[in-house]
């Protein structure tokens, strides 16, 4: 779906904000985590088109984005902005998320359908007549998820998708994604949310400085606390919680860590004692 060869990239000569990274992406769903300034968002701009590499190339689907422009590749890539008030422009709901299928040159029938689809998904269906200005911020984040949807790109790039949410935000946001992901779609994220990366995306990369420091299945990269530390990113909550108990596993869900606990019969802890059943019989 996306290749990146020698990448570098830098805003003033002689400061690089990104340093020959190769990566391959295929259809597994993929979270790009790393500390602030680590070069995430710079990446995302690039993967769309609207920076281009400074060495390097990147081609998505087997388009070099140095050929063409971030509105040419909005068939093949959506980038849904960090803030949705960079996003949005129109009137109404129904016409903001009809912006995008218009500009990518499908019919005003086809768009309206495509739009309406979108919303359904993301839980606006009813709301098409209101002002995105007057939507919550967690509302207007699920309207630019609507609008990039709508065009029906095969790869959508979330920046922060659970910032501003709630709890029934994030888990819209779950079934969005599990959702896209059961169409096919290349789903990757920029996020700081290491619970929401955990529970739904299956690979994950760690930048760090501008490098690439881990690649790979969500359970290996957690478990390598040591490079995490490093690149000062933590694990999710239950990752930590399983290894302050002393566990060697990388849990990655609460549900993951309660199955194991059930089914195991002794503590690894040495010198823990499993606590007594109800009543004490040895006072
Ligand atoms: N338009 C710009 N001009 C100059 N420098 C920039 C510009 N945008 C970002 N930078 C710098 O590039 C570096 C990487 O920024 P970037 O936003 O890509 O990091 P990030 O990993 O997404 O961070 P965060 O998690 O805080 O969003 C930072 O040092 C930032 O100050």
């Not at 710079?42 to 050929?67: E, H, S």
Request: proline fraction near 4%; glycine fraction near 6%.
């Amino acid at each position: 779906m996306i290749q990146v060869k020698n990448l570098s990239f830098w805003y003033h000569e002689g400061s690089k904000i990104l340093k020959d990274i190769n990566l391959h992406f295929d259809q597994r769903s993929t979270a790009i985590i790393g500390q602030n300034g680590a070069g995430k968002t710079t990446f995302a701009k690039l993967l769309k088109g609207l920076l281009k590499p400074c060495t390097g190339d990147i081609y998505i689907q087997n388009r070099n984005t140095k050929d063409t422009t971030a509105a040419a590749l909005s068939k093949q890539i959506g980038l849904v902005f960090q803030n949705p008030n960079d996003q949005i422009f129109k009137g109404t709901v129904i016409d903001e998320v009809m912006v995008g299928p218009l500009n990518v040159k499908l019919d005003k029938t086809t768009a309206k359908q495509n739009s309406l689809k979108a919303l359904e998904m993301v839980g606006l269906a009813d709301q098409l007549e209101e002002n995105p200005q007057d939507l919550s911020l967690s509302d207007k984040k699920l309207l630019c998820i609507a609008s990039v949807i709508a065009m029906e790109p095969d790869i959508i790039l979330f920046d922060e998708p659970t910032i501003a949410q709630d709890e029934a935000g994030k888990a819209k946001i779950k079934r969005i994604i599990q959702s896209l992901k059961e169409q096919n779609k290349l789903v990757m994220t920029i996020i700081h949310d290491m619970d929401f990366v955990a529970e739904n995306f299956e690979r994950t990369i760690v930048f760090y400085q501008g490098e690439v420091v881990l690649d790979g299945h969500t359970r290996e990269v957690f478990s390598h606390t040591d490079i995490l530390a490093k690149a000062q990113v933590e694990t999710p909550y239950i990752t930590q919680l399983g290894r302050r108990l002393g566990y060697t596993e990388t849990f990655l869900t609460t549900d993951e860590f309660i199955k194991y606990k059930r089914n195991q019969n002794t503590s690894p802890i040495s010198g823990f004692r499993q606590p007594k059943p109800f009543p004490y019989t040895d006072r």
